[in-house]
C-alpha cells in the first residue's frame, strides 16, 4: 500500500517552520523569511533502518497564515503527525506552542504532537520547554534547519510514528477481511 501520511507545522511567525520543513524536504536552508507563495506542500520518503520500509510524507506548510492568526483546522485535518515549533531564543513563541498544544487536546485531534524547539545555533536549551514536554508527555526535538542539526532524527521519529499506524491499520484490516472469507470457504447458505 503506498499509502502518503501528511505532516504539518503549527507556531508563531518566524519560529522557523518553512525553514525547517524546506531542510527536511530539501536540504536547503535560506537566511530571511521563506517565500510563501509556491509549494503548498513538499513530498518527503524516509527510509526506516534495517528494513526495505519507506514511508511516503507530504509536508504542509502554513504559507504564512499564522501571521494573520488565521491557521485553520482544515490546515491540519487529517494529519498524521503536527510539529508544533517555537523558537529557542523566544520564550513568547513557546507560550504559543503550548497553546498551540491546549487548542488540540480540546479538539481531541489523535495526530501524534512533537514540540520542536528550532534555533539551536542561537541557544541550545530551553528547560521550560524541556519540562513542559515531559509533564505533558510530548516528545520534544531540538534542531536548527540553519545548520541541519537534529532533522534527520526529528523525520526518522515521525516516520516511525507513520509506520505503526500504518501497520495497526493494516492488521485491523485483516481482521475484518478474514471472517468474511471464512464464511465463503465454508459455504454457509443462508
Ligand atoms: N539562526 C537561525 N535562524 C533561523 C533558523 N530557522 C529559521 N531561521 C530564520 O528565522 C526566520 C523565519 O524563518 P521561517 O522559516 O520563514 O519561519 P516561519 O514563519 O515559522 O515559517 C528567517 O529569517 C529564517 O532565516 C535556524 O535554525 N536558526
Ligand atoms: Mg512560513
Known amino acids: 500500500m503506498n499509502k502518503v501520511f501528511k505532516v504539518v507545522a503549527l507556531g508563531a511567525t518566524a519560529v522557523g517552520k518553512s525553514s525547517i520543513l524546506l531542510r527536511a524536504a530539501r536540504n536547503q536552508y535560506t537566511d530571511g523569511h521563506q517565500p510563501t507563495i509556491g509549494a503548498v506542500y ?7 533502518p534495517k528494513t526495505e520500509e519507506v514511508i511516503k510524507l507530504e509536508l504542509w506548510d502554513t504559507a504564512g497564515q499564522e501571521r494573520y492568526n488565521s491557521v485553520t483546522q482544515l490546515y491540519y485535518r487529517n494529519a498524521c503527525v503536527i510539529l508544533i515549533v517555537f523558537s529557542m531564543d523566544d520564550a513568547d513563541s513557546l507560550q504559543k506552542a503550548i497553546d498551540w498544544n491546549n487548542v488540540l487536546i480540546e479538539q481531541n485531534s489523535d495526530a501524534t504532537r512533537c514540540l520542536v524547539g528550532n534555533k539551536s545555533d542561537i541557544c541550545k536549551k530551553c528547560p521550560r520547554a524541556e519540562q513542559y514536554a515531559q509533564d505533558n508527555n510530548l516528545k520534544y526535538f531540538v534542531v536548527s534547519a540553519k545548520m ?3 532533522v534527520e532524527e526529528l523525520f526518522q521519529h515521525i516516520a ?3 509506520n505503526k499506524l500504518k501497520q495497526h491499520t493494516q492488521s485491523a484490516k485483516v481482521l475484518i477481511v478474514e471472517p468474511k472469507e471464512y464464511i465463503k470457504d465454508k459455504k454457509f447458505c443462508c
Open 42 to 48: 513538499y513530498r518527503k520518503t524516509v527510509q526506516l
Open 160 to 162: 516511525q510514528s507513520c
Open 148 to 150: 541541519g542539526n537534529g
